[in-house]
């Protein structure tokens, strides 16, 4: 008797073929895992790839311990996709299975997609595997592995299986690389569901952008279910979730709607069909329902996509990259509504903290002085020269007096907070400035680089610019349970944070942390924890700084994160510019 194993391969299969990865590959483990007489394998092959990729593949088996993740990861992304990559990869696992003493017959095929989430031709490759088998008239067994590829490839097996009931095909998924796959249940009496279905003429009206319900996959991260809390209006949002993952957090941004969870096994389709299906029959609606499956795991994903289809209700995805979200009946798209303001970022994906100073530029008037703007100019082109005085002015809290020189610099603060500074043969005098000292030792440059950030502000490409954002624990500490102090006193070492510069260009939360003096490599650790933690996953640090780094241990840290760049030096306003429109195009 045959027995087949259907899958597509993934970036994880392919690292594990060039010898970048220490596990064998979710492929190559489920054949190892199991006795299969043929393996038939998906390639993703992106249609504006070209195919020789030889110079690439050599760098590639060549990497060293030295070479840095971004180039490993670009020169990856160079190769993968391409026919070329497939080809090395069936050779590889080939040789792998003859090693293991294991005679399967390995057959892969290229599938050219427009996109990642080409769901019609994916949909139509599957059924064309599935068609080919079919014709096979041997005895055979079936199985179709879940967890390489997309959530939208995921479906697609987990889909045709249940609209293919005769060849009672196996489904298997692995609920994480270090197990094996296991066996998952195909509900296939729920073929046969037979509770309230939404009338088809309400369900061509979804452009209207009105549901009655919708429910929302939600896992670890959160920004799936806020664009589909964004895109549309609803009467109720109802978060499928395990219990690992609370959505409480999502209340503050759904308005007067009602709020409802569902608490699922993340990895059971079943269980995830079968409660959802058990919510609609406990409280039934004539109105419009929504699945918005962009978040959770792929095996919520099926399960929750089967229960749209058989209450006619309308599945979206959101895709981040391109700022599309695309229903996935029909699939039409629609662009993706923008988040313009920033703290809704940092409400999002923070717990028990507050904005304590929203950072808006004109709630300090003084910024707009036009001589406290050509001052900064000035110690920008002086950076050196004020650089002497940091370690003598920093000590001096808000309102202390003072009066300071050194390398041709005289700086001032009397007892009525007036301020003055000295400096390139012009003197500068401002009333009412208690924190002088701060803007001197290092603040001027947080403002050189919020002017230099303005014009994108106005063209409308940033929307919304801020600086010095406070973040503090809701109310007070007595008041709070303390989670969301210990949070801020363990990632960022005090009961509040302050960003220097930060702005979002509607999909994505940006923080500039601005260095007008020497940079620390614990500096650019502390960056890394700051933008994750309240941009998720997408988030986004910068560090900015006067001077170029030196220490080979700073350097090595900043090209070895993954969410961090760096700009300094000479040509800091170029650099600044450079990236921010590389982010934002």
Known sequence: MKKYLLSWYGITDLRSGLGLEKSTGPVLGALLAEDYTNVIILGYTKNEKVTSKEETYNKLINLSDTTNPKETWALIDDYANTKDAHFMFKKWLSSQLQQNN?????????????????????????????????????????TLYLSPGTPVMAFSWAFAALQNPALRVRIIAASSMVHPPETVSIPYRLLEWKGVQIPTSQKEEHLSNEFDTIFHLFGEQRMPSLFGILQFNSHKHVFI???QYPAEVMKQF????????????AFDPKNVEMKILQYIAENPTTGQVGFNLTGGTK????????????????????????????FLDDFSSVDTKMINDVEIFIKLNSNELSISNSGKWNNDPKRNDPRRSQLTQVLWKKRSDIAKLYWDISSYD????????????????DKDNFAAISIAG???EFEKWPDFAKYIAGGWLEEYTYTLLKPFVESGKIKDLRIGLEIAVKNNQKNSSGHGLNQLQNIFGSSYQELDVVFTDGKRLYIIECKAGS?????????????????????????????PP???????RIKESSNVWAISGRNFSKELTSLVTQFIK
């Not at 050219?112 to 599935?130: F, G, P, Q, S, W």
């Not at 099926?302 to 599309?324: D, L, Q, R």
């Not at 309102?399 to 020189?405: K, M, P, V, W």
């Not at 030196?550 to 090595?556: F, L, N, R, S």
Request: hydrophobic share 35%.
């Open 254 to 265: 759904i308005g007067n709607s009602i709020f409802d969870e569902i608490a699922v096994n």
């Open 299 to 326: 095996l919520m994903y099926a399960g929750a996509m089967s229960v749209s289809k058989k209450i006619n209700g309308t599945p979206f995805y959101f895709e981040t990259k391109n700022n599309k979200m695309l």
């Open 550 to 556: 030196h220490q080979t241990a700073v350097k090595k």
């Open 241 to 243: 979730n395990s219990k």
């Open 102 to 142: 294991k005679s399967t017959e390995v057959k892969l095929y290229s599938v050219v997609l427009d996109k990642l989430n080409d769901t019609e031709k994916i949909y139509t490759a599957v059924i064309d595997c599935l068609d080919m088998i079919s014709a096979d008239e041997s005895e055979k067994e079936v």
């Open 398 to 413: 808000p309102g202390q007096t003072f009066s300071l020189s050194k390398k041709g610099i005289t700086v001032s603060l």
């Open 519 to 547: 940079v620390q490599s614990e500096q650019i650790g502390k960056l890394q924890n700051i933008a994750r933690y309240f941009g998720g996953v997408v988030g986004q640090g910068i560090l900015a700084s006067a001077f």
């Open 426 to 428: 012009t003197t500068y």
